[in-house]
């Protein structure tokens, strides 16, 4: 990783392989950026709104490393975010699997609501085996190619067991926040 002194810059970035950061990050900037390595960098979107595969799955890195280390965890923070009201409509739209407009692919639900999403699955699943097993089957059959959400769909679905087409589309594809999943 590079380390600058560029602290006006504001953003970290993960490139090929080779994480810049404009001062030393904390663990959870670390860990969001080192995710990257196996969604982006290994595998990268079809389509731009495919975004949340990147940025979600980094998000929710944040998270379960926080839970790995005996700090908070993925379920708390999602709970946490999960408690904001369904009127705010800045929080919870747009949705992370349709952003919409341009502008949008970047929106804090592409990372929020995105890495929400991954944590719901989990739960949903409620085993934490096939819910890695999930994690790590997107990573590996998509290494050195592109991914897209019908196919993350496919291979939880397929891991799972689970019709999961009612969960993806409240979780990615419906306006508001999700509540019947």
Request: proline share 7%; glycine share 8%.
């Amino acid at each position: 990783m590079i380390v600058d002194s560029a602290k006006n810059l504001g953003y970290s970035l993960e490139t090929q392989t080779k994480p810049l950061f404009p001062y030393v990050p904390d663990e959870a900037t670390l860990a969001h950026e080192q995710s990257h390595m196996w969604f982006g960098d290994s595998a990268t979107l079809g389509r731009w709104p495919d975004i949340w595969l990147h940025e979600g799955f980094a998000t929710w890195s944040e998270w379960i490393w926080s839970e790995h280390t005996g700090n908070k965890s993925a379920a708390q923070y999602f709970k946490q975010l999960y408690n904001t009201p369904a009127q705010d409509d800045r929080f919870w739209n747009p949705p992370p699997g349709d952003p919409g407009d341009p502008s949008l692919l970047f929106n804090g639900t592409i990372y929020d609501r995105g890495g929400m999403t991954l944590e719901a699955l989990r739960e949903k699943i409620g085993n934490d085996a096939t819910f890695f097993k999930i994690m790590r089957d997107e990573a590996q059959e998509n290494r050195f190619g592109t991914v897209t959400t019908p196919g993350f769909i496919a291979i939880a679905e397929r891991d799972s067991g689970l019709d999961l087409g009612k969960f993806f589309q409240a979780w990615l594809d419906t306006p508001g926040k999700p509540t019947d999943w």
